[in-house]
């Protein structure tokens, strides 16, 4: 028999164990989470500058929110940004996955490779896009072959043309990520309603919009909520495609190239991009509490 | 009625498509695969083409008429691509090995063991999910800078080390493994340690498996967060760098295709060795956040 092990140690050892194995993920919760929260808050009634303290200037970054046209530009690009991708990327993905749901010979190939977009990164596709949009490049020059444009549309340097290439290359990466979740929603649907509309005498059409919508209609919900926040996020693509520079005058820039913007350099404002950062927050907090509360549901 | 019958009694059951239907379907498929791969196969069909092909004309050439790797050697003269590589390796094992160590302890202290202060912790990681990553980035890099750990791969890599979505989903996966299960081992004298390893972690492969290669890809892909942190060159990540040589050095397609592949390439073969887990992930709402 081996020594019994005190009680009392093993009571404080009990104690203690749960506290060491959560200790590392309660450490990254408080100093890269709970701690740079609070300190946005701070920081944006501040001045402070990557290469100076500052002190606190009371409502000035939001003073300052309201003069800057930069930000008029950036908000109406993303209101655009959502508007448009809001239906495309709720309804087209939703028809994909219905393409790809019933198992045919040579199925997994096809979504495995609708879904290759979403793997690869923001640059990465922004650079391909930015090559086919280019003056010179495939599109622009197919366009001509075919006499469909006398010169090339600049994709790349116009303000809008910039927001719509932005927005077409958000929803080709989108589609496969979307198509997936519809997918697992599709198989919920039952079959015997579409069995019965079927006997019905309704086609396919018309069971698309009386079976399988009705069916996925809380998923639809999610996805919209997904694109509405993703919208709002929106960065590399714009950067990149922009070169960085946010198109002519800056103003195909998105909220978040402001953010990053103001983190350094010599125009660098911590606390304008804290205030900005707030003002992300506000405008995204209530399409994320609807989604923690979808995927509470869901769950 | 008897044509109901006959679909019932067949193998696929309702909907097995005729003839015409998979033509249709097939012809579908087709049109979307070329609207997905061939923006990426003209990408590389670009980073083959040599330097006496014409990339710009007007009725190009799919399939490169000179094929040649010297626009992989060239890129990398002109950036250190494969420092960056390097770079984007480093960044994404330690957060890959981070999120298997730390998501897969908390998530089992928080599912299976009691103890105090639980219940506020886990309201705390369930409130950081409904923060977008980019309103506490620059607080973010404040922190890091704070800890001098600006313009470093450490510095990258240190707040997705730990993610907090991958904690929850941790504590999902040990809270689906029978309660009676543990509470016999409980009863057997085992120690948390030894429930753990024995009787946890074989039964939650499945998700470990998911977060470490969203873990990997994330952090391969990511963008904002290193343009950031990042300020010197030669610390750059894959992704950084490709947007510093697109910017400076945009005059030849060629090599920015060269490039882009370099990146994309790993991803690719990694995705295409382990695409269950990515369907998986997503469907078990692995949501990006």
């Excluded at chain 2, 620059?138 to 470093?152: E, F, H, K, P, W």
């Amino acid at each position: 028999m081996t020594a019994p092990v005190l009680p009392a140690q093993g009571a404080l050892r009990r104690r203690i164990t749960p506290w060491l194995l959560v200790a590392p993920a309660a450490l990254w919760l408080f100093v890269f989470n709970v701690w740079p929260s609070l300190n946005t808050l701070v920081l944006a009634f501040t001045n402070a500058k990557p290469l100076s303290g500052g002190h606190f200037t009371g409502l000035d970054n939001f003073g300052r929110m309201l003069d800057d046209t930069q930000l008029v530009d950036a908000l109406l690009n993303s209101i655009v940004f959502m508007v448009v991708c809001l239906p495309v990327l709720t309804l087209l993905p939703l028809l994909l996955a219905v393409l790809v749901e019933k198992k045919i010979p040579g199925i997994t190939f096809f979504r495995t490779a609708f879904y290759t977009p979403v793997v690869a990164s923001a640059v990465v596709v922004a650079l391909i896009w930015s090559w086919l949009l280019s003056d010179r490049g495939l599109i622009n020059g197919l366009a001509q072959a075919m006499g469909v444009l006398q010169g090339p549309l600049p994709f790349l340097t116009d303000r809008w043309l910039l927001v719509f290439s932005a927005i077409t290359l958000t929803v080709w990466k989108g589609l496969g990520y979307y198509m997936i979740i519809y997918l697992s929603a599709l198989g919920n649907v039952r079959r015997e309603l579409h069995e019965a509309a079927a006997v019905d005498g309704a086609g396919p059409v018309r069971r698309f919009w009386s079976v399988t919508v009705p069916g996925v209609r809380n998923t639809m919900l999610l996805v919209s909520v997904l694109v509405a926040v993703s919208a709002l996020r929106v960065f590399s693509e714009l950067f990149v495609l922009s070169n960085g520079t946010g198109g002519p005058g800056g103003r195909a820039m998105s909220l978040v190239m402001l953010i990053q913007l103001y983190s350094r350099g010599f125009y660098g404002h911590f606390g304008y991009a804290s205030a900005l950062s707030l003002l992300l927050f506000v405008i995204t907090i209530g399409p994320m509490l609807l989604l923690a509360r979808l995927n509470r549901k869901a769950a | 009625m008897a044509d109901l019958k006959r679909r019932r009694g067949g193998r696929g059951g309702f909907g097995a498509p005729g003839p015409g239907e998979l033509v249709l379907r097939y012809t579908l498929l087709l049109l979307v695969l070329a609207i997905t791969v061939l923006p990426f196969l003209w990408q590389l069909s670009t980073s083959l083409k040599g330097p006496y092909e014409d990339v710009f004309a007007q009725t190009p050439s799919f399939v490169p008429l000179q094929p040649t790797l010297e626009n992989y050697a060239k890129v990398a003269a002109t950036i250190p691509v494969w420092t960056y590589a390097l770079n984007s390796l480093i960044v994404a094992v330690i957060v890959v090995g981070g999120n298997a160590v730390g998501a897969t302890l908390a998530g089992f202290a928080l599912a299976r063991l009691e103890f105090r202060g639980a219940k506020l912790l886990l309201a705390l990681f369930l409130s950081t999910l409904v923060l977008p990553g980019e309103v506490t980035i620059i607080s973010q890099y404040v922190t890091v800078r704070s800890m001098g750990l600006a313009d470093t791969l450490l510095g990258v890599a240190l707040p997705g080390t730990i993610g907090m979505l991958n904690v929850l989903l941790m504590r999902t996966a040990f809270q689906a493994i029978p309660k009676e299960m543990d509470e016999a081992a409980v009863i057997d004298g085992a120690t948390p340690w030894q429930r753990l390893v024995h009787l946890g972690l074989p039964n939650v492969r499945g998700m470990l498996s998911v977060i470490t290669i969203f873990a990997f890809i994330g952090a391969w892909d990511d963008f904002l967060w290193p343009l950031i942190v990042l300020n010197d060159p030669k610390n750059f990540t894959l992704t950084v760098g490709l947007q510093y040589l697109n910017g400076t050095f945009s005059a030849n397609p060629r090599l920015i295709a060269a490039g882009t592949m370099i990146s994309f390439l790993p991803i690719v073969i990694l995705f295409a060795s382990l695409q269950r887990f990515f369907f998986r992930g997503v469907a078990e709402g692995a949501i990006k956040g």
